[in-house]
C-alpha cells in the first residue's frame, strides 16, 4: 500500500450536523434545514435540505438553531472573577495562574465561547496556552504595556521612559509573540493611584507604540477612558480602542465632533458590555452615575458608523464570569443594534477584528468547525443563547458536565 493509499484509508469520518435553522455569522435571519459537514477540524461543506454523504456520522440535533462559536475580544483569564481578582491573583505562583487561567478557558468554552482576545495577562502566561485542543482559540496581547506605577503596572507590561521607552516594549511584545498590542493610554478602577480622567502617556509616546506595532505587523488597541487618552488614541493612529467611556473628574464628557472622527477613521470600538446576573452585585456609584452617559454616546459611535464588539472584560468581576458574552447580547440591542447585528458583533465581526476573519466566525465552507448549538432562536428570543444544547470545538463536541 502507498502512502498516498494509506492517507486516504485513514482519513477520519466526516460529522454531519443537522439542525432546524441556522444563524451562518453574516445573515439577517436564520436559515432553515441547515446540513454542515465537518472534516475534522474544518468545515467541508454547508448547504439545506440536502442528503449526508455516505458513511458520514450523521448527528440530529432536532429543531435546534446552530451558530458559529462566540467571539470574545476582550477578556483576562488570569483573573478570577472574584471580588478581589487583583489580590487573588497576586498570591498566586506562575503555575498556579496558568492553572486557572486554563479552567477559565473551559469555562468559556462550555458557554459557547471559543475564541477569546486575552488583552491582558500576567507575564504573558497566556502565550503558551495557544493551540491546546480543550481551550478556546486565544489571540494574546501579553502584559498590556503601562507607566511605572500605572494602571495595571502589576502585570509587569511596564515600559521605560519616553519614547524609546515605549517603542521598546512594543519590541519586547513582539519578540515574545504577542498577537496584539493592548496600551494603557488612561487609569481604570483595579490599579489604586490611578485615575480614569487621566492619560498615562503623551500623544507622541502613544504615536510611537502605534508605529512600532505597525512596523512589526502587530495590530494595537487602547484602554482610553480619559477623553485626552481617546483624543491622542485617534490621532495616534490606533485600530481600536477599549471602554471608550470619556470618563471626566465629576462625570463624562461631551465627545464633540470625536465620534464622527472616530468613526470616519473605521477605529474599532471595544464596548464594555456583559454582566452576568449576581445577586447582590451592582455598579460602584462613580460608575453607575455616568453609565447612561456612556451608553449614550456608544449608541452615537454605533449610529455614526463605528464599528463595535463586545469586550466583555472578562474576569474582572463576579458579574463578569470568562463565558459572560451571551450576556452582552442584550446591551448591544439597547445599543441600537438589530439582534443579527449584535449576533455578527460577537461572531463574524469580533473575527475579523482578532484578525481570524478568514476562518473564524461564520459557518462557511473552509471555516473552523467552531460552533454553538442553542435552543430556540436567539433573533427573537433573548433568552435561546443561555439554552446551550452543544459546543463544538475544532470539530469536536465540548464536554458540557461541569455546567
Known sequence: MNSATARLTDRPRLTVLRAGWMFDGISTALLPDPVVVLDGTRILSVGQQIEPPDGADVVDLGTATLLPGLIDTHVHLGFDASWDPVGHLAA???????????EAGRAALRGGVTTVRDLGDRNYLSLPLRGEPDLPSIVAAGPPITTRGGHCDFLGGTAGPGEAGVRAAVHEHADRGADVIKIMASGGTLTPGTHQEAAQFTAGELRAAVEEAHSLGLPITAHVHATQAIIDAVAAGVDGMEHVSFWSADGVDEPGELIELIARRGIVIGATVGQAPVPGATPPPEVLKRLPFIIANTRRLHQAGAPIVAGTDAGIAPVKPPDVLRHALPQLTQLGMTPAQALRAVTSVAAVV????????????????????????????????????????????VNQSAR
Open 92 to 102: 498566586r505562583s506562575d503555575e498556579e495562574v496558568q492553572a486557572a487561567m486554563r
Open 354 to 397: 482578532c484578525r481570524l476573519g478568514q476562518r473564524k466566525g461564520r459557518i462557511a465552507a473552509g471555516y473552523d468547525a467552531d460552533m454553538l448549538v442553542v435552543d430556540g432562536d436567539p433573533l427573537v428570543d433573548p433568552d435561546a443563547i443561555h439554552r446551550i444544547r452543544a459546543v463544538y470545538r475544532n470539530g469536536r463536541a
